[in-house]
Every structure is written in structure tokens, then in C-alpha cells.
Nanobody, 127 residues
Framework: QLQLAESGGGLVQPGGSLKLSCVAS????????MGWFRQAPGKERECVAS????????YYGDSVKGRFTISRDDTKNTVSLQMNSLKPEDTAVYYC????????????????????WGKGTLVTVSS
């Protein structure tokens, strides 16, 4: 069983940057592919970015590709999301999620496949 705790959300102006962090505990972090998902009011939850058990395979949603960067540090049991060039459309609750897998190269993209979720952190992009 894995516990996930996000941090780093807040208010940022359009064009600004923000870094989200997620700390995992209660399990072996290296067994999990990790993902960042977000959900805005009235919208379905979508995958923002994901990263494989290794740090070499990543996936990005079309809306954030080129602006966001996901990374993980297995020595600290953390996964981060660096968000640059933020837009008002990025406003959402961002969730950290874990997918236990034996595949070293798998990058999750479907929220229904994730095994554990954090409580979320709110990101508001507004002037």
C-alpha cells in the first residue's frame, strides 16, 4: 500500500512557473510507474504526464507537451512536475498517482489503471 502526498500547488500568473512534488511512503517506490493527472471543474480527469519505473520513459498530454516536465527521484521517493508557461486552462486540481507494474518501460495514461492516488493539490493560474 502506497501513500502519496502532493505539495506545491498555489496561485500563479499566466506565463509563470510552478513545481509540484509528490512524496510516496509505505511501499517500494521503485515498483511503480508514476503519473500526474488533473481535473478541472466540469471536466474529466486527464493524464498530464507520466514516467516509467526508470527515469528514461515519459509521456505527456498534448496540452502540456513542451511546457511540463515530469521527473522522479527514487532515492527520495518523489515524483515532480515542473510546469512552465502556465495558462489559465491549466487551472485544476493536480493529483499524483502510482501504478504498480513489472514493466520498466510502461508510462501510464489512463486514470482508471492507477492503483494509488494522492489527495490532490490545487493549481490556479490567474492574473
Amino acid at each position: 500500500q502506497l501513500q502519496l502526498a502532493e505539495s506545491g500547488g498555489g496561485l500563479v500568473q499566466p506565463g509563470g512557473s510552478l513545481k509540484l512534488s509528490c512524496v510516496a511512503s509505505g511501499g517500494y517506490f521503485g515498483n511503480y510507474a508514476m503519473g500526474w493527472f488533473r481535473q478541472a471543474p466540469g471536466k474529466e480527469r486527464e493524464c498530464v504526464a507520466s514516467i516509467s519505473r526508470t527515469n528514461d520513459w515519459t509521456y505527456y498530454g498534448d496540452s502540456v507537451k513542451g511546457r511540463f516536465t515530469i521527473s522522479r527521484d527514487d532515492t527520495k521517493n518523489t515524483v515532480s512536475l515542473q510546469m512552465n508557461s502556465l495558462k489559465p486552462e491549466d487551472t485544476a486540481v493536480y493529483y499524483c498517482a502510482a501504478d504498480r507494474t513489472g514493466n520498466f518501460f510502461y508510462t501510464p495514461r489512463d486514470s482508471s489503471g492507477m492503483d494509488y492516488w494522492g489527495k490532490g493539490t490545487l493549481v490556479t493560474v490567474s492574473s
